[in-house]
């Protein structure tokens, strides 16, 4: 290859090294001509230079060629997918054909330049997870699967380049990255890329969180090693007696998973026992796993006391990824519980690897699970009429649950989402057997159609003629499938009975002899409450409203309206003047600077997440004028995904005021004396002002709102470690509204 005159010094040597990296990983899959064809088209695209660089300065080709290391090294995809990567961009460029294309490397190489070309258009219009682009994006995902690990090693590329970003590309980048794709990269058994996605996702979006949990985890890895180190010397010694070949090492848990143990258990740092797990890999071969695995478990539970309630079994049934292992928790030394892994080789490729790594051990069938997932994704693409966002939730529904598994009657098997009910298993089976199912037979046992099933019920429908889907359904289903199916099934039930109640009010109106005035109509339907027409002709079509009583209050209200058009003056449109109610603007200081180094901008604080001065925040363009929103407001995955384009920066600059109200929420004792200490605490705090306060208790458990205005984030903590530290309070949490 030639001299590239729009890398630098170091990217040119960065290229060249990478470049040979990834010809000699794929040197064994390549065919003879390969290298000579592609140096030929790269030296006429890099000459044209079609890669370029992006706004934020990101070289273009070496961007391509990290991605098809991940893709290759990481994921264990081969040639096709490689060359199809490296060329894709060429050909949107149209540096090359996609005829020039299909001569050199054959129709399947062509065929994912075609589809990445498809999902670039996406991206190039908006994000990814724009609701209007989701349909077609998902398509592309169902089409084919690699698509789908093309894409995973791309945003890995990009999110391993974040700080050569902009923040405001860095956090929307972020934010998709853990809304969609680390759950695909989790579908699909790429556990070490899905863990990092979303530690790179927390670090860009909450560094404050991710580094606390970095720091800590620093100062805490001497007495951690050891600790590992004494727990896995005895079984290292058992195993090495009985002969077994392994390889056994500590895994501290991903950053990510921390942080979501002190969210969900709301305990400090030191509070978490299970910051790490032992995992013990047997080189062992293929017909000898199982046996040899069990054999593993039962010398670590001779050992240390096993806890029956955390102990899962994916060997004897994998997961439908095709994840395999057997996990179980033991109580080691200093009466602390330690996660064990059981697994070998083979199973421990499979879980870093995820599904490349089935096609390299022919015989283990592992892909149908994913056909049965990409179908689900394709019937609910097929029922066209679905709501974009609830579109988006069915398909991430399946994507991070836990699985059990049940049996039909005939002794099949079938894996369903930890949760999942009757109804969910009938619609598993087939769409007709779900619409119909009135209740089933659950190890023998009549139980109704909501039941939850758990591991190992074998389940027998019952089924009726006259049943069909009902709304309520959706309450207790949890697969998508079961979803996607009954909001089929009640959309056109729906279509049906609104058309059947329109034909009867105009046949009435016709019987009487009354023309019906349309915008009259609008008008009455409105003002009787209904927030959409159809609302109102299925309270029709279920009798719940009379078609004689509409008609004589459509008249009514049609003689009141000509009657006061009579006595009004008509007047232009242009004279309209109305004033409404304005939020207060909170721009009497530069506070906040807005976007790139914009001062004096109006906006307002958000009334859903309630920031203030310290927090992390960024700014939503809406209706109403700039809206500034915590970076972890409940709204804000959404706001990123599906309106990304309206984001836009927001710090904060000088100093905050007393101006800023929060509510926090208190768990303590049921004693009076306990929240007077609290109202003690907050009223000798400087900058902090007590609003109001409300108190309930139940079950020997006070939980209170106390409302204060505070100055910054730094006086509200220093406040909620003084209330925490108060006798008898339990917990301190700090509410969104």
């Known amino acids: 290859m030639d001299t590239i005159e729009f890398f630098t010094p170091e990217e040119k040597k960065t290229f060249f090294s990478k470049y040979r990296l990834l010809l000699r990983s794929l040197y064994s899959f390549l065919e003879k001509e390969d290298i000579r064809k592609m140096k030929e088209l790269m030296k006429r695209v890099v000459a044209l230079d079609c890669y370029?660089?992006?706004?934020?300065?990101?070289?273009?080709?070496?961007?391509?060629?990290?991605?098809?290391?991940?893709?290759?090294?990481?994921?264990?995809?081969?040639?096709?997918?490689?060359?199809?990567?490296?060329?894709?961009?060429?050909?949107?460029?149209?540096?090359?054909?996609?005829?020039?294309?299909?001569?050199?490397?054959?129709?399947?190489?062509?065929?994912?330049?075609?589809?990445?070309?498809?999902?670039?258009?996406?991206?190039?219009?908006?994000?990814?997870?724009?609701?209007?682009?989701?349909?077609?994006?998902?398509?592309?995902?169902?089409?084919?699967?690699?698509?789908?690990?093309?894409?995973?090693?791309?945003?890995?590329?990009?999110?391993?380049?974040?700080?050569?970003?902009?923040?405001?590309?860095?956090?929307?980048?972020?934010?998709?990255?853990?809304?969609?794709?680390?759950?695909?990269?989790?579908?699909?058994?790429?556990?070490?890329?899905?863990?990092?996605?979303e530690d790179l996702s927390l670090k860009y979006t909450d560094r404050k969180q991710y580094d606390f949990i970095k720091r800590k985890l620093n100062e805490t890895k001497r007495s951690r090693d050891a600790y590992i180190a004494e727990f896995i010397a005895p079984i290292k010694q058992k195993l090495t007696e009985a002969g077994f070949k392994f390889d056994i090492k500590g895994r501290t848990k991903s950053i990510y998973s921390i942080n979501n143990k002190l969210k969900k258990q709301q305990v400090e740092f030191e509070g978490i026992y299970d910051l790490f797990a032992i995992r013990i890999v047997l080189d062992t071969p293929f017909e000898k796993e199982r046996s040899e695995c069990w054999q593993v478990y039962s010398i670590i539970t001779d050992m240390y006391q096993p806890n029956p309630k955390r102990m899962k079994d994916w060997i004897s049934i994998p997961k439908t990824n095709g994840y395999e292992s057997l996990h179980i928790t033991v109580m080691g030394p200093q009466n602390k519980w330690v996660e064990v892994q059981i697994r070998t080789r083979r199973m421990d490729e499979i879980a870093e690897r995820g599904l490349a790594a089935h096609w390299k051990y022919k015989g283990v069938k592992a892909e149908s699970g994913l056909d049965e997932f990409l179908n689900t994704?394709?019937?609910?693409?097929?029922?066209?009429?679905?709501?974009?966002?609830?579109?988006?939730?069915?398909?991430?529904?399946?994507?991070?649950?836990?699985?059990?598994?049940?049996?039909?009657?005939?002794?099949?098997?079938?894996?369903?989402?930890k949760g999942a009910t009757v109804l969910d298993f009938a619609f598993a089976i087939?769409?007709?057997?779900?619409?119909?199912?009135?209740?089933?037979?659950?190890?023998?046992?009549?139980?109704?159609?909501?039941?939850?099933?758990?591991?190992?019920?074998?389940?027998?429908?019952?089924?009726?003629p006259t049943q069909c889907p009902k709304r309520d359904w959706l309450n207790f289903v949890v697969t998508s499938k079961a979803r996607v199916k009954i909001k089929q099934a009640l959309k056109e039930e729906t279509v049906k009975a609104v058309e059947f109640a329109k034909e009867m009010l105009q046949r009435r109106f016709k019987n009487r002899k009354i023309d019906m005035d349309e915008p009259t109509m609008m008008r009455y339907i409105k003002k009787k409450g209904f927030k959409t027409v159809t609302d109102f002709y299925i309270e029709i079509a279920?009798?719940?409203?009379?078609?004689?009583?509409?008609?004589?209050?459509?008249?009514?209200?049609?003689?009141?309206?000509?009657?006061?058009?009579?006595r009004t003056e008509v007047r232009s449109a242009e004279e309209f003047v109305t004033t409404t109610p304005v939020e207060v603007i909170s721009t009497n200081k530069d506070i906040l600077v807005i976007d790139k180094n914009l001062t004096g901008i109006e906006y307002k604080l958000a009334k859903c997440c309630n920031p203030i001065y310290g927090d992390e925040v960024f700014g939503f363009v809406s209706t109403q004028g700039i809206k500034i929103h915590r970076m972890d407001c409940p709204n804000a995955q959404e706001m990123f995904s599906r309106f990304g384009y309206r984001i836009i920066r927001a710090k904060w600059s000088g100093k905050g005021d007393n101006g800023y109200t929060v509510t926090l929420r208190v768990i303590g004792r049921d004693d009076i004396a306990i929240v007077t200490n609290i109202t003690s605490v907050i009223g000798k705090e400087s900058n902090v002002t007590l609003r109001s306060l409300n108190i309930s208790s139940i079950d020997g458990l006070f939980q209170g709102n106390f409302t204060v205005s505070v100055r910054d984030t730094t006086a509200l903590t220093m406040l909620t470690k003084k209330i925490k530290a108060v006798n008898g309070v339990k917990a301190v949490e700090r509410l969104n509204s």
């Open 542 to 566: 279920e009798e719940r409203l009379d078609p004689n009583q509409v008609i004589d209050e459509y008249l009514e209200a049609f003689r009141k309206e000509t009657e006061a058009s009579e």
């Open 430 to 464: 087939h769409t007709m057997l779900g619409s119909k199912c009135v209740s089933a037979k659950v190890n023998g046992k009549n139980v109704p159609i909501k039941y939850t099933l758990n591991n190992g019920d074998s389940v027998s429908v019952i089924t009726s």
């Open 377 to 417: 994704v394709r019937a609910a693409l097929e029922a066209k009429e679905n709501n974009p966002l609830d579109l988006m939730q069915d398909f991430k529904m399946d994507l991070y649950k836990d699985e059990i598994y049940v049996f039909t009657p005939t002794g099949e098997l079938i894996k369903l989402a």
């Open 52 to 197: 370029g660089r992006d706004k934020n300065g990101i070289n273009g080709l070496l961007r391509n060629i990290d991605t098809a290391l991940i893709a290759t090294q990481e994921i264990g995809l081969k040639r096709t997918s490689a060359i199809a990567l490296l060329l894709y961009r060429p050909v949107l460029k149209k540096a090359i054909t996609i005829e020039e294309v299909e001569q050199k490397f054959g129709a399947d190489v062509t065929l994912i330049v075609q589809r990445l070309l498809k999902t670039s258009d996406l991206y190039a219009r908006n994000t990814a997870v724009n609701s209007e682009n989701f349909h077609h994006l998902l398509f592309s995902f169902a089409e084919d699967v690699r698509v789908i690990l093309l894409m995973i090693a791309d945003r890995l590329c990009l999110m391993r380049m974040g700080k050569q970003m902009q923040e405001d590309d860095r956090i929307r980048l972020a934010t998709e990255a853990s809304y969609l794709y680390a759950p695909l990269a989790h579908r699909l058994g790429l556990y070490s890329i899905k863990s990092e996605l």
